[in-house]
Nanobody, 124 residues
């Protein structure tokens, strides 16, 4: 099973920025569709973004479009979620996940491997 490791979460003020990373030691993530999801307190886990296998296409939830950017490191071993203009509503535990071809999309059921989650708190 692919083991994903997340980092970069923390406390940030509204309007600030944060960059999350997702890595799989010993594996190249360009072979997978990589998704980002988040779960706010008292709510179900929601889709945030995904990057297709090979990085040819990206998609974002309306709530984060224009503020969040998913990208792949030059080594192809790291996938980033750059979060700008953060709002209090962005507070959640953020997860990265990997789906094997031909699966990719907004449905979390498509993703078989998951990170442990990292807390992002947006507050004054």
């Amino acid at each position: 099973q692919l083991q994903l490791v997340e980092s970069g979460g923390g406390l940030v003020q509204p309007g600030g920025s944060l960059r999350l990373s997702c890595a799989a030691s010993g594996s190249f993530l360009d072979s997978y569709c990589i998704g980002w999801f988040r779960q706010a307190p008292g709510k179900e886990r929601d889709w945030v973004s995904y990057r297709t296998r090979g990085g040819g296409s990206t998609d974002y939830a309306d709530s984060v479009k224009g503020r969040f950017t998913i990208s792949t490191d030059n080594t192809k071993k790291l996938v980033y979620l750059q979060m700008d203009s953060l709002k209090r509503e962005d507070t959640a535990v953020y997860y990265c996940a990997a789906a094997s071809w031909p699966f990719c999309g907004r449905d979390q059921q498509l993703f078989r491997s998951w990170g442990q989650g990292t807390q992002v708190t947006v507050s004054t």
